[in-house]
């Protein structure tokens, strides 16, 4: 009887690259079951949010364009604006050709507060249908047109007129900037202009395509969302990952390379926060980018210019910035990445899932049920303090990567059981195909939860700060600019410590970090390390009080500008 094609498949191909060491050696590979297990998801859980980036990454690159030229209006050339509704307006269409004071087809538009229809008078009520509605301060990027009044002052010898530029009766022109909306509407519309100088701000080519994705590419603005929540999530998996490796000694011997290989990642990982920021090409984006870059500049001597240049292209960042944050942020740290993580997945399969010294068999499900608990207290806690809540905030992103991991190690032995030896002892479990199933099942559940946040609460920046950022006016730097959640702990440490000390100690921490296998000499030789189980929970501690400390300086910022603005 013939083999089945699977089977002849694999023996074509083994008799040609001589698979099946690595085959057998792989369908032998476990993963231990003990009382911390349920942190072995997340390295996993990481590399599907990775993989997730990847996809929706190109897709958005399809039509993310990295320039900061004003942009234009495709059809008629024009240079574009930011158009503002300054009130909520309903524009019908007369369905009914009996009534007296309008006509069969007209357009009108009327103002309402509270539903669209409340704006309708009463005579046009069931004799008109609503066209669209224009909530207020919803903002558009339209084209503008130039027009101007020339004024012929014929009546007196004019004192203002400025010397020797006109004599008395020259026309004067006063120019107007219309943007280019239905007429119906256009009393309702005001281009948006610089509060500091009243000119218009010139939206770029990077901000009108990010704004083209969010409102009119089909899905673009789910694809962003996925791709915006799926960062925040990807990097506290892989610094949940980290810690909690730590904290079993998963780096000892011979796990070393798995774990440089590691802090390589979590660089590039970084790498890839803090180049998509700049972009959309907001204000936020501008100003964070400009900060970040600044630091090496001010507190690195020597080299620190040179760093900073080579980033921004320049003495400022500009679109040439751009275009290298584009490059960095599609080209080279995607690559970084897949050369790293195939190194450190590799590493894996030979050597396997390590099981921490000592550690003990009972109680698996309670420290889960503990993390989830925590977790959503957490979310709780936060919800019920802050009058502001924000989905990109750490006391939401980070207990939130954390319950599809808690939620998935217990479906999982639902649905695949719990392996126990005859004396009760937790069995490792196969990693080929039934931890991998279990890793699948957190991974479907991330991804639910990915699609219901993008679903529910699409990715957009609220207030000034969401807007583009015009380099040819007055750069002035809007209140609370901050970096992403993740950044915020060294965002505090520069402004808590003096800059050059700082910088010195980041980078000091960085390397012994990287080389902490080697400083545990008690995990090295299997033995229970304490200390450095001490000295990590102090850096978890460090880096979350140095976050809360970081946002609690910026509402400082936003209550003191606020009161300021209150005594003017
Ligand atoms: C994109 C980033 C990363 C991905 C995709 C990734 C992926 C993985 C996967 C799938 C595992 C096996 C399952 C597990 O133990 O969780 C693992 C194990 C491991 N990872 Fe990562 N990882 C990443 C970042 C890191 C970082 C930042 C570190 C440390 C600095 C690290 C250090 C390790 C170590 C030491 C192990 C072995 C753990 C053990 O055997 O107990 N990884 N990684």
């Known amino acids: 009887m013939k083999e089945p094609i699977a089977k002849r498949l694999y023996q074509w191909i083994d008799a040609r690259a001589h698979i099946s060491p690595a085959v057998e050696y792989m369908k032998n590979k476990e993963v231990p079951q003990h009382r911390h297990s349920v942190w072995y998801y997340f390295g996993g859980f990481a590399l599907f949010l990775l993989a997730l980036q990847i996809v929706s990454g190109v897709l ?45 087809d007209d357009e009108v538009a009327f103002t309402y507060s509270g539903a669209p229809e409340s704006g309708l008078p009463d005579e046009l009520r069931g004799k008109s249908k609503i066209e669209y509605v224009i909530p207020k301060d919803s903002v558009m990027i339209v084209p503008y047109t130039v027009s101007a009044d020339i004024v012929k002052d014929t009546s007196q010898k004019d004192s203002t007129v400025m010397a020797g530029t006109q004599d008395a009766g020259e026309p004067t022109a006063t120019l107007h900037q219309t943007p280019d909306v239905a007429k119906v509407i256009l009393d309702h519309i005001l281009i948006v202009r610089d509060p500091s100088t009243g000119d218009i701000i010139y ?21 962003r969302s996925i791709h915006a929540y799926g960062a925040n999530l990807l990097v506290a998996c892989v610094l949940l990952h980290m810690f909690s490796v730590f904290l079993m000694k998963g ?12 802090v390589l990642l979590l660089v590039i990982v970084f790498g890839f926060g803090f180049t998509g920021y700049l972009l959309p090409w907001t204000k936020l984006s501008y100003f964070a980018t400009r900060v970040g870059v600044g630091y090496p500049e001010s507190f690195i001597p020597g080299i620190g210019k040179f760093i900073a240049g080579i980033m921004r292209g320049g003495a400022e960042v500009s679109g040439e910035t751009l275009t290298r944050m584009f490059a960095l942020h599609v080209v080279v740290l995607p690559l970084s990445v897949l050369l790293f993580v195939t190194i450190h997945i590799a590493l894996l399969q030979v050597h396997g899932t390590g099981n921490p010294a000592g550690v003990k068999q009972t109680g698996m499900n309670v420290i889960a049920a503990v993390v989830g608990a925590v977790s959503l207290g957490t979310i709780a806690v936060y919800r019920s303090t802050t009058t502001n809540f924000d989905f990109t905030s750490p006391w939401f992103i980070i207990p939130i990567t954390i319950l599809p991991v808690v939620v998935g190690s217990f479906l999982g032995q639902v649905l695949l059981g719990r392996e126990k030896s005859s004396e009760g002892q937790l069995l490792p479990v196969r990693f080929y195909w039934n931890f991998a199933m279990r890793d ?84 090295q030789h299997g033995r229970k390390s304490s200390r450095f189980t001490w000295i990590g929970i102090a ?18 910022e936003f209550r003191q500008a606020a009161a300021t603005s209150h005594m003017k």
């Open 539 to 556: 850096i978890i501690a460090g880096f979350l009080s140095l976050t809360w400390l970081s946002y609690r300086a910026v509402d400082d």
């Open 60 to 104: 958005l690159m399809l039509r993310y364009e990295p320039s900061a030229t004003p942009a234009a209006d495709p059809i008629s050339g024009k240079p574009l604006c930011m158009a503002r509704a300054i009130d909520s307006v309903v524009v019908i269409k007369v369905t009914d050709s009996t009534l007296f004071d309008y006509s069969l």
């Open 203 to 223: 939206p770029s080519v990077a901000y009108v395509s990010v704004q083209n994705i969010m409102t009119n590419v089909p899905f673009g603005s789910f694809m």
């Open 440 to 523: 699948y099942i957190v991974w479907l559940i991330g991804l639910a939860l990915l699609v219901a946040l993008a679903t529910f609460s699409p990715w957009r920046i609220e207030g000034d700060s969401g807007f583009p950022i015009d380099t040819t006016k007055p750069l002035v730097t809007p209140i609370g600019i901050h970096p992403e959640w993740y950044f915020m702990f060294a965002f505090e440490f520069l402004r808590l410590v003096p800059g050059e000390i700082a910088m010195i100690l980041i980078a000091a921490g960085g390397a012994v970090w990287f080389v902490i296998p080697f400083l545990d000499k008690n995990s």
């Open 251 to 262: 780096y000892r011997k011979p796990h070393e390379m798995l774990w440089m290989t590691g």
